[in-house]
C-alpha cells in the first residue's frame, strides 16, 4: 500500500500506526481523511465510506493486480466452454403480446399495474396447455434471457431460456445511477420501480447464487441497499454478499413482519431507507451478536463438515475464523483427503478455494472427477462423465493457476480477493511448508505464514485447512508436536488433523499412495473445542476416494 501511495504520487503521513494520505481517490476529498492499512492490504475513506482491500482499490484505479495468482473454476480447469443461448429475436415482445387474462389478474394480484407490466414486457407463455408468466432478462438493450413461472393454481416452478446468460433482472439501470436497491426476485423489482425506485435490480437464481461478473458490474456503485426476503435463506445470504459488495457503502433493508418488497408496498406507502443498516465496524462486535450466533451455530447446520459422520463427530465441524491443520507423512492422501471436503462442499453450493502448490487445476479436477464417477481416470469413458455433467458443472470449486513467483503477500492476497469475488466459504491450502525456502530463516517464515494464515481466517470469516508436513518419517503415528519448522505453528491453529496408514510390507521403500494400506486412522490431535479421538477411513486410491468404515474394519 505504500507503494501504491508512492506510485500515484499521494501525500502521506503516518498517523496512529496507518498511513494517512490526503487525497482520495474515490471521492477526491483532499483533507487526509483517506488511510491505508498496510498490515492488512485495507482502506477506508472517512468522508465518503468508501473501503476495502487492494483488489478494489487497483480496480477503481485501472492497475493490474500483480499480486493476485489467476483463479480457475472447475469447469475452466478441465477445459469446459460454456454454450450462451439466447432467446430468439422478438421473442420477448411476442409473449407480452400474447399476455392473457389470467396472466393479468394473476399480476393485478400482487399489485403489479398495467404500467410495470408494459415496462419489462411482462408476458404469457401457452405450453402444453399451462400458462407461464415470462419475465424478459434485458442486458444493453437487448434480450439475453427470459425466466418464466408457473401461474397459480399450478404449483410453484421456474424455467428459463436453455442456455441463457444469467444477468441481473432490470440490468441497465446500473449504468444510470450511483445508488441502487437488489431484491431477491422480479416481483420485487418491479414493485419498487412502480412507486418511483427506478434504480432496482433482482438477482434471477436465488440466495445462494450471487455471480462473481455482477460484484464487477457493481463495482462503481457508491451505495447498494439489499433487501433480501426476511426469511432463514434471505438474511444470512443479505450478510453474505454485503462483506463481498463492501460492508461501507452496502445497507440492510429489513422489516420483521414483512417477508419482502412485494409485501411491504401492499401495506405501506413510504419506504424508509435510512432505516437499513449496516453491518458493524470490522474488528468490533457486541456481545448479542456474539450470543446469538453461539446460538445459531447450534440450532443452524451452518459449519463446514466432511462427507464422513464418523469423522464429523470427531471435530464437530469447522466454524468461522477456525484454523485447521492437516498433517501426515507424505504420499498418505492430505491432497485427496481435503479435495474430498472442497469437492463435497462445493457440490452442497458452498463456494470452496482450493489453492495447491504441488498440482494444476487440471490434476486437481481430474481427482475430483475420478471420486464422483469411482473409476480411475484412465477407464473414464464419455457416457460415465456424461451422467455426472450436471453434478459438475454445478459446483462452486475454484483452483489457483500459479505462475511467477511466489511469496505470502500474493498468497493472502488472491484468498482476499477469491472471498470476495466468488463467495468462498471454505479455503485449503496446500501446502504450508512450500511458503519457506530459505534454509537459514525457515522457522521464522513459517511462523510468519501460520499467522497471517491465523489472522486471515478471522478478517474473511470462513475456516481454512492447512495442509502441513511433519519433520520425520518413521512410519510410527506422528503427533502435532511433529509438525516441521516451528512449534508456534502448533499454537496457531485451532485444531490438528492427523492422517495415518501402514506401509505395506512389500512397498517398504516405495512413496506412491498405493504404498499404504487403505485403512486410514484420522485422528483429532489437538483441539481448542473437541476432547481429541480417532476415526476410521478406508482409502480407494485408484479413485481418489475415501469413505467411511467401522472401527473394527
Same mark, same amino acid.
Given at each position: ?10 501525500? *502521506? ?47 477503481? +484505479? ?32 411476442? +409473449? ?15 399489485? %403489479? ?55 441481473? @433482472? ?30 432496482? /435490480?433482482?438477482?434471477? $437464481? ?88 453461539? /446460538? ?8 463446514? %463438515?466432511?462427507?464422513?459422520?464418523? /469423522? ?24 485427496? @483427503? ?6 463435497? $462442499? ?37 457416457? /460415465? ?42 479455503? *485449503? ?94 485422528? +483429532? ?20 476416494? @475415501? ?7
Amino acid at each position: 500500500m505504500r507503494q501504491l501511495a508512492k506510485s500515484q504520487g499521494w501525500e *502521506v503521513k503516518e498517523r496512529n500506526g496507518q498511513l494517512n494520505a490526503k487525497w482520495c481517490p474515490f471521492c477526491s476529498d483532499n483533507d487526509w481523511h483517506f488511510y491505508l492499512d498496510e498490515a492488512k492490504n485495507a482502506f477506508f475513506c472517512h468522508k465518503c465510506r468508501q473501503g476495502g482491500y487492494k483488489p478494489q482499490i487497483l480496480r477503481h +484505479l485501472g492497475l493490474q493486480q500483480e499480486k493476485v495468482q489467476a483463479v480457475k473454476s472447475f469447469d475452466e480447469a478441465v477445459g469446459v466452454t460454456k454454450v450462451i443461448g439466447k432467446p430468439k429475436e422478438g421473442k420477448a415482445y411476442e +409473449l407480452h403480446s400474447a399476455i392473457t387474462v389470467n396472466t393479468r389478474d394473476y399480476l393485478t394480484s400482487r399489485g %403489479i399495474n398495467a404500467e410495470s407490466i408494459k415496462q419489462f414486457q411482462l408476458g404469457t407463455l401457452i405450453e402444453n396447455g399451462r400458462e407461464w408468466l415470462s419475465f424478459p432478462y434485458i442486458k444493453d438493450g437487448e434480450c439475453v434471457n427470459i425466466k418464466y413461472r408457473s401461474i397459480p393454481p399450478a404449483q410453484k416452478e421456474f424455467k428459463r431460456t436453455t442456455g441463457g446468460e444469467s444477468c441481473l @433482472f432490470n440490468h441497465d439501470c446500473i449504468a444510470e445511477n450511483d445508488e441502487i436497491i437488489i431484491t431477491e426476485g422480479e416481483f420485487d423489482a418491479v414493485t419498487l420501480w412502480q412507486h418511483g425506485y427506478k434504480n432496482v /435490480v433482482s438477482i434471477p $437464481n436465488g440466495v445462494n447464487n450471487f455471480a462473481p461478473e455482477w460484484i464487477d458490474q457493481l463495482s462503481g456503485l457508491k451505495k447498494i441497499y439489499i433487501w433480501y426476503d426476511n426469511d432463514d435463506k434471505g438474511k444470512p445470504e443479505a450478510v453474505k454478499i454485503a462483506k463481498r459488495l463492501g460492508i461501507n457503502r452496502t445497507y440492510i433493508v429489513q422489516f420483521h413482519d414483512v417477508k419482502d418488497a412485494n409485501e411491504y408496498f401492499r401495506l405501506f406507502d413510504v419506504l424508509p431507507l435510512q432505516d437499513a443498516y449496516r453491518l458493524e465496524v470490522e474488528g468490533i462486535v457486541s456481545f448479542y451478536q456474539v450470543a446469538m450466533r453461539s /446460538v445459531l451455530n447450534e440450532t443452524i447446520e451452518n459449519d463446514i %463438515i466432511t462427507p464422513w459422520n464418523n /469423522v464429523n463427530k470427531l471435530i464437530g465441524g469447522m466454524k468461522s475464523g477456525q484454523l485447521t491443520a492437516l498433517l501426515a507423512t507424505p504420499k498418505t492422501g492430505k491432497t485427496t @483427503f481435503a479435495l474430498n471436503i472442497a469437492s463435497y $462442499n462445493a457440490k452442497n453450493g458452498r463456494p470452496v478455494l482450493f489453492y495447491c502448490l504441488e498440482m494444476t487445476p487440471l490434476q486437481l479436477a481430474q481427482k475430483v472427477i475420478e471420486k464422483e464417477c469411482l473409476r480411475p481416470f484412465s477407464e473414464l469413458t464419455q457416457a /460415465v462423465v456424461e451422467k455426472k455433467k450436471s453434478t459438475l458443472q454445478a459446483m462452486p470449486l475454484y483452483f489457483t493457476l500459479n505462475h511467477g513467483a511466489l511469496n505470502l503477500d500474493k498468497v493472502l492476497e488472491t484468498m482476499r480477493f477469491a472471498t470476495q469475488r466468488y463467495g468462498i466459504e471454505l479455503i *485449503v491450502f496446500d501446502n504450508l511448508h512450500f511458503l519457506s525456502r530459505s534454509e537459514t530463516h525457515s522457522e521464522q517464515e513459517l511462523s510468519n505464514a501460520s499467522k497471517s494464515f491465523k489472522l486471515l481466517a478471522n478478517e474473511l470469516d470462513v475456516p481454512i485447512i492447512l495442509i502441513t508436513q511433519p519433520r520425520k518419517n518413521s512410519g510410527a503415528i506422528i503427533s502435532s508436536a511433529d509438525i516441521k519448522g516451528t512449534s508456534s505453528i502448533h499454537a496457531d491453529v485451532d485444531q490438528v488433523i492427523i492422517l495415518h496408514r501402514k506401509k505395506t510390507k512389500a512397498s517398504l521403500e516405495e512413496e506412491t499412495e498405493s504404498a499404504f494400506e487403505p485403512r486410514t486412522l484420522v485422528r +483429532l490431535d489437538a483441539s481448542r473445542y473437541m476432547p481429541g479421538g480417532d476415526a476410521f477411513l478406508h482409502f480407494e486410491s485408484a479413485v481418489s476416494n @475415501f469413505m467411511q468404515i467401522a472401527p473394527d474394519r
